[in-house]
């Protein structure tokens, strides 16, 4: 027969029973408001990698763009370069006289004319090559820079 004792011991495991019952609804019921708290997180983020992937094409495709026209208006550059470039290196040539021989007696006014003349025309030279170089310098520069 069943005995005092059994069932009092009885009702203790039925309480510890009711007892982790109600914790582990309690945890359930947590964990489940977790779960839907990250899972909208986690669509959230998700609509911004989207927003993010879709930013990345139109950058990429705006670089792609910038790029395009770059290599475009170097082409150009480049073609009128050419031209030019065959222009300078088809310039007449300068030649140069000597002056009239002098009389002892010191320079005339002509000659010294003449003379300023003269070295106006070496100056005139040493500016072409130098503008001729700067021409090369800024060509080469343009090609190297992109930006």
């Known amino acids: 027969m ?3 004792e059994q069932i009092k011991e009885l009702e203790q495991r039925v309480a510890r ?5 109600r914790l582990l609804r309690d945890e359930n019921r947590t964990l489940r408001g977790t779960l ?10 998700e609509e911004l990698v989207k927003t993010f ?11 792609r763009s910038a ?3 770059l290599d475009a208006l170097e082409d150009e550059v480049t073609e009128s370069a050419a031209p030019e470039a ?5 310039a007449p040539v300068v030649e140069r006289t000597s002056p009239a021989p002098q ?7 002509d000659a010294e004319a003449e003379d300023a003349g003269a070295g106006s025309e ?18 080469q520069d343009r090609e190297l820079d992109i930006f």
Do not use: C, F, H, W
């Open 2 to 4: 069943v005995t005092l």
């Open 17 to 21: 029973a009711v007892e982790v019952i």
């Open 36 to 45: 839907d708290k990250a899972q909208e997180r986690m669509g959230e983020l």
């Open 53 to 63: 992937k879709n930013d990345q094409a139109a950058i990429e495709e705006g670089i």
């Open 67 to 69: 790029i395009e026209k």
């Open 86 to 90: 065959k222009a300078s290196t088809e």
């Open 103 to 109: 009389d002892d007696a010191g320079p005339t006014p």
């Open 122 to 139: 070496v100056g005139d030279e040493a500016a072409s090559d130098d503008e001729e170089s700067d021409g090369q310098e800024s060509e």
